[in-house]
């Protein structure tokens, strides 16, 4: 995905370096048909990590409700014991602890798929945030290269006039 990002901003930057340089002006011409079809690539493999990082948090969202069912599955389970047991005095301590770990067990049990699908999402968000940074980052430096050349070529075309003025 990222790879296909970066090799349209290369097909881009090499339109762009290729094109036909404007004397004395700094500006190239270029196609803009083919340069409007790159960026539209561009922007149809953009929003696959979009939709990456929303099957993420979607994919959190439903754990968190299993977790969530499952946890009411076993306090359920546990009330059911714990009012089963309630006819003797011994027995009724007994599933009341038990009922307890039931719910203790199901809590911690949600809470570490709660940690665990936030922990994953971080991780996949910070990755999609990489890859973004990476091609702003990639971005920023083409352009950097385009500003030297435009100004590298500023000065060469200025270089004859001053000549012809000596």
């Known amino acids: 995905m990222e790879n296909d990002i970066v090799s349209l901003i290369n097909e881009v930057e090499e339109i762009i370096d290729h094109g036909t ?6 500006k ?12 539209d690539r561009i922007r ?4 696959e990590e979009i939709t990456n990082a929303k099957w993420v948090l ?3 969202q439903r754990i ?3 977790a969530q069912v499952e946890a009411q599955k076993l306090m359920e389970v546990g009330k059911t014991y714990v009012d089963k047991m309630a006819v003797e005095n011994e027995v009724v301590k007994q599933a009341q602890i038990y ?27 910070q990755h999609v ?6 091609t702003l980052q990639s971005l920023r430096k083409n352009r ?23």
């Open 21 to 26: 340089k404007i004397p004395m002006t700094g």
């Open 28 to 39: 190239v011409l270029v196609d803009d048909t083919v340069i409007f079809e790159l960026l």
């Open 44 to 47: 149809a493999a953009m929003p």
């Open 58 to 60: 979607k994919e959190r």
């Open 64 to 66: 968190l409700d299993e």
């Open 99 to 125: 009922g307890e770990d039931i719910v203790r067990k199901a809590q911690i049990f949600a809470r570490d798929v709660k940690v665990g699908s936030v922990q994953y999402s971080d991780e996949m968000l």
């Open 129 to 134: 945030e990489q890859n973004l940074y990476e």
């Open 144 to 166: 950097e290269e385009l500003k030297g050349l435009a100004k590298e070529d500023r000065e060469r075309a200025s270089k004859p006039e001053k000549e012809k003025v000596e």
